[in-house]
């Protein structure tokens, strides 16, 4: 407990999956969070979870493909909180399914808006408020799909692709500025995602493909995340980390 006492934290897509797991964990250990997501229902259910446990929180709704929209959330982070610590680039969609040739250029562009635009303008919006405290923490979800070949996620893959590498570039770009940056490559995860582009297909060739034998859990990512923003990491920067069941090793 309290590994985040004294923390500010902003975490996009917070109102589900990853991000709510993600939220709740933080405010367990006493940061006070900052939920962003562009669904105002899922931002505030999580805000109220927190709440009832007693943490601290507040709800913030944005389109974080939007640059307008992303430096309003973190300029209501700073004013109400004083500043922001960590910023936890989380909020993704999935895209439609196709090969590159079918792909439709507005489903790219909006993938890409959201899955990787989004993680440069969270970065160049934060970044001059944690230039100012002397520091911060910065994290990503990319995805294994940035790593190895998925069949049919061209817009996802290449977006993911983009924010392992983007988080190499800004990590060494800050680190003389105490200013950390890590993502998180997680394998699947038993998320209001996953079920979407699953549907009613069985999960158990899904999970055949897991060397550890299941899906992952929103947990699984969260705690990979508290680890990240907390002083237990302070020597990981520019790193994706992956945490996918072993999918990747195999």
């Known amino acids: 407990m309290d590994r985040l006492k004294n923390k500010v934290a902003i975490i996009t897509g917070g109102g589900s999956g990853i991000g709510r797991a993600t939220c709740l ?35 913030v709704q944005a389109d974080v493909s939007k640059s307008a929209e992303v430096r309003e959330m973190i300029a209501t982070a700073v004013k109400t909180y004083g500043r922001v610590d960590i910023l936890y680039n989380n909020a993704g969609i999935e895209g439609p399914s196709a090969k590159l040739a079918n792909y439709k250029e507005e489903d790219w562009d909006r993938v890409i808006a959201i899955d990787l635009t989004a993680v440069y303008l969270g970065m160049k919006y934060v970044i001059p408020e944690m230039l100012k405290q002397g520091g911060g923490v910065i994290i990503s979800t990319a995805s294994v799909a940035g790593m190895v070949g998925f069949p049919g996620s061209g817009a996802y893959a290449a977006a993911k692709a983009g924010v392992i ?13 105490n ?33 550890i034998g299941r899906l992952g859990q929103p947990e ?27 999918y990747v090793a195999r």
């Open 179 to 211: 200013i950390r940056v890590n993502c998180i490559c997680p394998g699947v995860i038993s998320t209001p995602m996953v079920d979407r582009v699953m549907g009613n297909r069985p999960r158990d060739n899904v999970v055949r493909l897991e060397p």
């Open 220 to 246: 699984d990512i969260a705690n990979a995340a508290l680890f990240l923003a907390s002083e237990e990491s302070a020597f990981a920067t520019g790193a994706p980390f992956i945490i996918d069941g072993g």
């Open 25 to 59: 964990l933080f405010a367990r250990e006493v940061a006070k969070v900052v939920v962003a997501d562009y669904v105002a229902e899922g931002g505030n259910e999580t805000v109220q979870q927190i709440k009832t446990a007693g943490g601290e929180a507040m709800f």
């Open 165 to 177: 590498n983007l988080t190499r570039l800004a990590a060494l770009e800050y680190a003389d500025k």
